[in-house]
């Protein structure tokens, strides 16, 4: 029945979703076409902003003129056409919520938030055919070619297998592995030409340890035993679902898993207040355990990878590709920054930022003024009794704009460790999800639980 039904279904896919189907420039010749035709794209849009500010009287900086709505328009676009690593970085750009890009700019980049353009069918057919071999279809009843969802470095489809297992098969596009370290650059070289970087600030560590972490996120048989030893840590608890793997149908550059239903997480924001509160105390609980017992955590705070079971009270976790070691001294690094906060010891959390990496000591001492206001206000934040609102956004615009005073400074620009960037990146989305949601979690008492257990 479905072989007489597969033309039908194929047809169905390339006419209803035409314009979501997209073939992955494969190539490193055709990528680098692609980032050519977007660094002209910047140009002539630099050009023009800054031929009608002059006209107006107005002396722009490189900056102003380059992240016009315009211009962002074009990077997301063309990031979303080359998925892989470029979609990858616009991503963690895209996590800003408004909170250092203005609101525009971030409701634009979040499309990268969203689903990418789709594999058309003919190269997923070639994929899997690569994979599993020209016959791969006996193997199963039914086969969906229209993904479930499109991300940066792959696609997922629902499946069910002769045996009767229903799947969710996470397919790689084509090229990504090969095409990781030339997108790195190349983005590097954007923000290089662009200015938005000073030339002082040294990021080819970051740069090296971007590469790797990508290359790890493409290496499906990697997170296959990523994903395994989660599944193992939350065995037996009934706040997390983790879908079981099938290593059988597994390759590097397709994974098969257990296909859980639920709902995006953000649907939790027409739920009730109990109801929000209740999953975002689950997902931070997760993230201390994650720092501090587990040792092992899934860096990548993208909100399409945390779902809601169907009867609402399941987290339900997904993509464990940027799952990563938490070294002894991040942890550490950690602990003091939250145990002087607890104390509101102004000077202990300046000393563990520095010591953790945060914030460089030129920084420190040349805005000491600034930083002890960011400071202060944070700690007032926290400090209030009871739970924590998410929501009341507030004390950001405070935090914002000592930051970006200090942000003049170039001098004081400074890049912490790649391990310690991973965790706060995951740290950081949390944060973001929790606000989207305006949940309100007693995270004081959360961390002060914790950090007692720890010792």
């Given amino acids: ?131 599993w071999g020209q016959g791969w279809r006996k193997d199963f009843k039914y086969f969906n070619p229209r993904p479930l969802a499109a991300a940066s470095i792959g696609q997922v489809h629902r499946a069910t297998t002769r045996d009767g297992r229903d799947l969710a098969i996470k397919v790689q596009y084509p090229g990504v592995r090969e095409s990781i370290d030339a997108d790195v650059d190349n983005v590097a070289t954007l923000l290089r030409v662009s200015g938005l970087l000073p030339k002082a600030l040294d990021i080819a560590p970051l740069l090296d340890e971007a590469k790797q972490q990508l290359r790890e996120e493409a290496d499906y048989e990697r997170e296959a035993d990523q994903l395994s030893a989660y599944a193992k840590l939350l065995e037996g608890e009934d706040d997390y679902i983790v879908p ?90 950690y602990g003091r920054l939250l145990e002087a906060g607890l104390a509101q010891d102004h000077d202990a959390i300046a ?28 700690v007032a934040e926290l400090s209030k009794p009871g739970p924590f609102d998410f929501g009341d956004r507030g004390f950001v615009k405070i935090v914002r704009e000592e930051g970006m005073a200090i942000a003049q400074d170039r001098a004081a620009w400074h890049l912490p460790p790649a391990d310690i960037l991973f965790a706060q990146r995951k740290i950081s989305g949390t944060a973001l999800l929790a606000a989207r949601l305006k949940a309100k979690v007693d995270v004081r008492s959360m961390v002060e639980a914790k950090l007692a257990a720890k010792g």
Avoid: C
């Fill in 244 to 333: 079981g793997l099938h290593r059988d149908l597994t390759t590097r550059n397709v994974l098969a898993m257990d296909f859980v239903p639920g709902r995006p997480i953000e649907t939790l924001e027409d739920k009730p207040q109990e109801a929000r509160d209740a999953m975002m105390e689950r997902l931070i609980s997760l993230v201390l355990r994650e720092l501090f017992d587990f040792r092992l955590m899934q860096t990548d705070p993208n909100f399409a990878n945390y779902r809601v079971s169907e009867d609402g009270e399941k987290l339900v976790l997904l993509d464990f590709g940027a799952a990563r070691a938490v070294s002894p001294h991040v942890a550490e690094n």
């Fill in 351 to 378: 000393e563990a930022a520095i010591t953790a990496g945060f914030l460089s000591e030129h920084a420190a001492k040349a805005h000491s003024d600034k930083l002890d206001r960011i400071i202060a206000v944070i």
């Fill in 1 to 131: 029945m479905f072989q007489a039904l597969r033309p039908i279904l194929l047809n169905m896919s390339q006419d209803d979703n035409e314009s979501d189907t997209r073939a992955v420039p494969g190539s490193r010749r055709a990528r680098l076409g692609h980032f050519g035709r977007l660094a002209g794209g910047l140009a002539g849009g630099v050009m023009a902003e800054g031929a009608r500010r002059l006209a107006e009287g107005k002396r722009p900086r490189m900056d102003e003129l380059l992240l016009t709505p315009a211009n962002v328009t074009r990077v997301a676009d063309r990031l979303s056409h080359l998925r892989g690593a470029a979609m990858k970085l616009g991503q963690m750009v895209s996590l800003d919520s408004g909170d250092v890009l203005p609101p525009e700019l971030s409701q634009i980049m979040a499309r990268l938030r969203e689903n990418a353009h789709s594999m058309p069918p003919k190269q997923l057919e070639a994929v899997l055919a690569a994979e």
